[in-house]
């Protein structure tokens, strides 16, 4: 069964370094996301993604974030400096086109700690 | 803006208890709504879905409904199991994004 790929499993950084998370969405989807989880809360949308584009992105993806798919498969988050509260599970996720009736596919989610 | 509210847990059930999540939502259009699982040190997963008012969504022996009269997707399930112990997700989606709840902790003890 296709499935969405996310790498690193986990990544621990330095307060202020850059991380770039990335994820293998399924192949024929096009339609990316990002989410993040803060341990034990809610999940929480960052960025939607369609023809090589930002859809929409909420007040959580400030300047620090960006988003990029540069060579038609990968789907990267970048975050720069970094800071103790991004510290969080990333879930990467892909559907197809049709709307809202499609189901997105998660990733199995990048744990980034920030020390 | 569009938002989903579930009950807060953690749930504790017996083995083979009836389940019941409930689920409200709020939603300016008619949004496709869908239950998430998360089971321990796992991502996400599709657990059952319906696209508009009246359609059952059902998997693994869990069903919702949704009910556009209350605007609730409750979850159910009639006898659960240990295996079924996870973080359950209510959602929503929109144009542009899935909106999720905050999560119910299921705990199913043997």
């Known amino acids: 069964e296709p499935e969405v790929t996310q790498t690193p499993s986990h990544q621990v950084t330095q307060m202020g370094q850059e991380v770039i998370l990335r994820c293998v969405p399924i192949s024929n989807h096009l339609y990316f996301y990002w989410y993040r989880q803060i341990l034990g809360q809610k999940v929480e949308f960052l960025v939607s993604?369609?023809?090589?584009?930002?859809?929409?992105k909420s007040e959580i993806f400030d300047d620090q974030f960006s988003v990029e798919r540069p060579d038609g498969s990968n789907f990267t988050l970048k975050i720069r400096s970094t800071k103790l509260e991004d510290s969080a599970m990333y879930f990467c996720a892909s559907q197809i086109p049709g709307g809202r009736d499609t189901e997105a596919f998660f990733g199995q989610g990048t744990r980034l700690t920030v020390v | 803006g569009d938002s989903v509210t579930q009950m807060e847990g953690p749930v504790t059930l017996s083995e083979e208890a009836f389940l019941t999540i409930n689920c409200t939502y709020t939603?300016?259009?008619?949004?496709?709504l869908f239950w998430y699982v998360q089971y321990p040190g796992e991502g996400l997963q599709l657990l059952l879905k319906?696209?508009?008012?009246?359609d059952k969504g059902s998997n693994k022996g869990f069903e919702a409904t949704y009910r556009k009269e209350t605007t609730s997707f409750h979850l159910e399930k009639g006898s659960v199991q240990v295996s079924d112990s996870a973080v359950y997700f209510c959602a929503l989606s929109d144009s542009n994004k899935i909106i999720f709840g905050k999560g119910t902790r299921l705990h199913i003890l043997p």
């Open positions: 319906a696209t508009k008012a009246d």
């Open positions: 939603a300016t259009g008619y949004p496709s």
């Open positions: 993604f369609y023809n090589n584009e930002i859809s929409e």
